[in-house]
């Protein structure tokens, strides 16, 4: 059944932190859509936290304006909190995660907190979609600020099933040069040698973990990777079952199962 978005509640949050530009669009196009928008997001950035959860230490909610709040955790903490505290009187019957400020595709998302947040809402029963943009140099808002309220529209016609969740990435193009929506696989990409090794002023060695996994594997043809490039609006459905169903039957003959 289609979502009811105007009688919806929908609830906000991101890996970039309550103030960054990304959650702002999402927050403005949101509310073109919906009524009842909230935004509980991390107090500051997370990018990298991945779904994880504060266990070892208390969680401080601060109201930081009108259906706004942040909390001092990982964005996963942030979700839990936001369904479980803000809206306890009303569960949110959406929830959007993003807009990150870059891309989140192929292996991006198991460490991306923006997808953790998804995630979260999605354990929790809710149905979610997370947005990114990518980064070209510089970031360019406006194609994601243009399509994000058709996309949550039509998306929301579509029964998301319980265990699955929305990953949607925008190119980092003008609006103009978008070719359109890919419907598409998570892709791979080669793993490169990532590690900064850099000398501090005291002349001690230190790693800086960057830069990007860029050249892409060959077994996913119609990846969001390569869709992404080529300028399309990519959207992936994923599921938080991660069985190799495929591989049931072969492990079982090798244990003699």
Not at 111 to 119: F, I, N, R
Not at 148 to 172: S, Y
Request: negative net charge; hydrophobic residues 40%; contains cysteine.
């Amino acid at each position: 059944m289609a979502m009811d978005l105007k009688n919806a509640r929908i609830l906000i949050s991101n890996d970039d932190g309550v103030e960054a530009e990304g959650i702002a669009i999402l927050e403005r196009v949101a509310r073109s859509v919906c009524d009842d928008v909230w935004v509980v997001a991390p107090a500051h950035e997370q990018s990298g936290a991945g779904h994880s959860l504060s266990l070892h230490k208390p969680l401080r909610i601060k109201q930081v304006g009108e259906r706004r709040f942040a909390v001092d955790g990982t964005p996963t903490d942030a979700v839990l909190l936001g369904v479980q505290e803000v809206l306890k009187d009303k569960r949110p019957t959406l929830m959007l995660s993003g807009i990150n400020r870059g891309s989140n595709l192929a292996e991006d998302i198991t460490y991306s907190g923006t997808v953790a947040a998804a995630m979260e809402a999605t354990l929790l029963e809710i149905p979610a979609i997370a947005f990114s943009n990518q980064i070209r140099g510089t970031i360019d808002w406006r194609a994601a600020e243009l399509h994000t309220a058709d996309i949550i529209r039509k998306l929301t016609q579509v029964p998301i099933p319980h265990d699955r969740l929305l990953n949607v990435n925008f190119p980092g193009v003008a609006p103009e040069e978008i070719k359109g929506i890919k419907i598409c696989p998570q892709g791979r990409r080669k793993l490169d040698d990532n590690l900064d090794r850099r000398t501090d002023p005291q002349g001690r060695s230190y790693l800086w973990i960057g830069g990007q996994r860029s050249e892409l594997f060959n077994d996913h043809p119609d990846s969001d990777v390569k869709n992404n490039r080529a300028g399309y609006i990519t959207i992936t459905p994923l599921s938080l079952d991660m069985t190799d169903y495929k591989m049931i039957a072969s492990l079982n003959e090798a244990i003699g199962a």
